[in-house]
């Protein structure tokens, strides 16, 4: 079945912290890769994405992530996280063949205190 | 401004009632999505339309119906089948499999 997993619901972290969040996921044949990002009150917004290419990407705000085919993850990085960080990460999968629905999963809500 | 809107921010539903939420686009995206979003559980797809005047079921369509008779619009009814509507819902659009851009969503409550 396809589906994804994030490993951490909850991630509280005071500024100046490093960031990892995880991402796992199963799903038949090649993949397109997102993290969204879900500031409070907000819209969902891209983070950033992986179609092919370098494995790892970077995106808005000093995010990357790097795509991990043989362990089939995708984890977001941040070396430095500030307040505003504060939100909540989703990371989603979709296939690249005809149409397929993107998976997410359930959602990491950050907390970065001051 | 390009970009989705969706209206109301909130809404009530009393039993038994039929409610829709609206969606609308100018991004000229030929792709639109409904989602529900539960605390916990990441976003679930409802429904999906990859052009005018077709639609497809997503993992949790029981309860819902949808209509796309316009690129721009693709409305969503809460029918009175749903048994437990209070969500968070979230319309999106894209071009084909590129990035899905996503509204500001709609608060459904039940009286």
């Known amino acids: 079945a396809q589906s994804v997993s994030q490993h951490n619901h909850h991630v509280i972290l005071s500024e100046a912290a490093s960031l990892e969040l995880g991402c796992n996921y199963s799903?038949?044949?090649?993949?397109?890769l997102f993290w969204y990002v879900q500031y409070p009150g907000q819209h969902l917004q891209l983070l950033l994405k992986y179609f092919s290419g370098d494995p790892l990407v970077k995106g808005i705000k000093g995010f990357e992530a790097e795509f991990i085919k043989s362990k089939f993850s995708f984890n977001l990085r941040k070396p430095s996280v500030q307040w505003s960080d504060t939100a909540e990460y989703f990371c989603?999968?979709?296939?690249?063949?005809?149409?397929?629905?993107?998976?997410f999963g359930a959602g990491t809500r950050l907390a970065v205190h001051p | 401004d390009g970009g989705i809107t969706q209206s109301p921010k909130y809404l009530f539903r009393k039993e038994g009632q039929n409610v829709t939420l609206s969606c609308e686009q100018n991004l000229n995206h030929d792709a639109m999505y409904w989602y529900r979003q539960d605390p916990g559980q990441g976003l679930r797809l409802i429904y999906y339309?990859?052009?005018?005047?077709?639609?497809q079921k997503g993992d949790i369509a029981e309860g819902y119906s949808v209509s796309r008779e316009k690129k721009e619009s693709f409305p969503l009814t809460v029918t009175s089948a749903q048994k437990n509507p209070t969500a968070f819902y979230l319309c999106?659009?894209?071009?084909?499999?590129?990035?899905?851009?996503f509204g500001p969503g709609t608060r459904l409550l039940v009286l």
């Open positions: 339309s990859q052009i005018v005047n077709d639609f």
């Open positions: 989603a999968v979709g296939g690249t063949g005809g149409y397929n629905k993107l998976i």
């Open positions: 799903y038949g044949g090649t993949v397109n």
């Open positions: 999106a659009s894209s071009i084909g499999q590129e990035t899905q851009y």
